[in-house]
């Protein structure tokens, strides 16, 4: 199915505003039966591939979305293996990958911190329940 006009506007603002000039290819699916969004990136070299299998909520939706694309800005060198595979979760999801997500979280609007509670049960490593913490301002 063809992804919605949203999701491809995302990889558009995305792009330009990282200086990336090579977009990923988006597979957008549906899921009939579920509720939550799952997404997959995969893939270091050009082109990458982003999947998202879309739930009922639109929200969760552009949040897996966005969690894929924190995943093309922060790539890791291993051969274009699935990201978000058990064997790589603790690279794939480093400080880095957290502050570029937390980063997208913010500028496309969506509820950082309860996103980030989300993200915690998720993928339990310790730098996400740490990128969740009340940061002191300057
Ligand atoms: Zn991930």
Not at 59 to 87: C, F, Y
Not at 122 to 137: E, V
Request: overall charge positive; proline content about 8%; some cysteine.
């Amino acid at each position: 199915m063809a992804a919605p006009g949203w999701a491809l506007a995302i990889i558009g603002k995305v792009a330009v505003e990282n200086g990336r000039t090579v977009l990923p290819t988006l597979v957008w699916r549906r899921s009939r039966t579920k509720c939550w969004s799952t997404g997959r990136t995969t893939g270091n070299q050009s082109p990458v591939r982003v999947a998202v299998t879309a739930g009922y909520d639109p929200q969760d939706a552009k949040r897996v979305l966005l969690h894929e694309l924190a995943h093309w800005l922060t790539p890791i060198a291993l051969g274009g293996m699935n990201t978000d595979s058990a064997a790589t979760q603790g690279k794939a999801h480093s400080p880095q990958f957290y502050d570029t997500v937390r980063r997208l979280y913010r500028r496309f609007r969506l509820p950082v911190r309860s996103c980030m509670t989300d993200e915690a049960q998720m993928y339990p490593t310790p730098y996400a329940h740490w990128s969740n913490r009340k940061r002191p301002r300057p």
